[in-house]
């Protein structure tokens, strides 16, 4: 009973359904979750080399988004100028347009430190460890507290999830995918990105702004919404990117709750049409 290739992002699938009435034989559509390798090309014009970055289980499409929003989460690259092009590599398989592994050539100027680089993933893959190490990756990223300008009505972040939930055309297929997206200080949507993993969702929808025709980058005048929990690593994702309110639908980490605090930002949970927690930021709130 192998699963048949559908659209990208999903596949079907024959099951067997069983109730109270008995088992019958049907169809259903599931996410696919496949392996992405990111390598980086980087180094003087006349010493290029390349380096395996991360690999993650992502849902595929939009990798280049992926990969923009991870290099930027991770103090790599700091703008949409810093990245000269993107390139699938390596044999695609099962009549597949392309391989599982991405080529990201940085500009000549970035300054990549392999070495560093390898200290602070080792440093932030260690946060169910120690959380003060994390804490501290994030500083020695050179984080700085989000400063704003504007507050964000609050009868607007009861809103926001079934704003979300109303857009989120694979899950409504296949119920195995994460959401995350992007509000104006209005609460209008202008972006969402859906995958397997809450938190290539978030870097696929901070990409999909860096690398669009008219990038609106830095984030400062969103609202991140996020249709899970609030982890550490989201929360730090959404700093790198200067977004200053977060809204989840499910709860905060303890460490994620510290992060917002440190840094200034916005950070709700447990949001629905009826209520919401503000664990941090409740000033920034009209």
């Known amino acids: 009973m192998n699963p048949s290739p559908d659209k990208e992002g999903q596949q079907r699938a024959d099951v067997t359904r069983v109730t109270r009435a008995g088992r019958e034989r049907l169809s259903d559509v599931l996410a696919v979750e496949e392996p992405l390798e990111i390598r980086v090309v980087f180094g003087p014009a006349d010493k290029r080399r390349s380096k395996s970055l991360s690999i993650t289980m992502r849902t595929p ?3 280049f988004e992926l990969a923009a929003g991870f290099l930027l989460s991770e103090n790599i690259v700091r703008s949409p100028a810093d990245i000269m092009s993107f390139e699938h590599v390596g044999p695609a398989e099962d009549e597949k347009e392309h391989g599982n592994t991405l080529m990201v ?3 000549v100027d970035v300054p990549f430190e392999v070495e560093r680089l390898q200290r602070h993933f080792y440093t932030t893959s260690s946060c169910g460890i120690c959380g ?8 020695a990223q050179g984080a700085m507290p989000i400063e704003r300008s504007w507050k964000l009505a609050q009868q607007l972040v009861f809103e926001m999830p079934a704003v979300l939930r109303k857009q989120q055309d694979v899950f409504d297929k ?3 995918l994460h959401a995350a997206g992007l509000s104006d200080s209005d609460g209008n949507l202008v972006a969402i990105r859906e995958d397997v993993g809450r938190h290539n969702a978030v870097d696929k929808l901070i990409g999909s702004q860096m690398l669009a025709e008219s990038p609106q980058f830095p984030l400062d005048a969103r609202v991140l919404v996020v249709s899970g929990r609030a982890s550490f690593e989201l929360v730090q994702k959404a ?3 200067r977004i200053p309110f977060m809204v989840a639908v499910g709860a905060p980490s303890s460490l994620a709750v510290d992060l917002a605090q440190e840094f200034d930002m916005t950070l709700i949970g447990f949001t629905s049409n009826q209520r ?3 664990y941090s930021g409740e000033e920034w709130l009209a």
């Open 61 to 63: 499409g939009s990798d």
């Open 105 to 107: 050539e940085l500009a």
């Open 132 to 139: 003060k190490a994390s804490l501290d990756a994030v500083r």
């Open 174 to 176: 296949t119920g195995g």
């Open 239 to 241: 700093l790198m990117a």
């Open 276 to 278: 919401f927690n503000v």
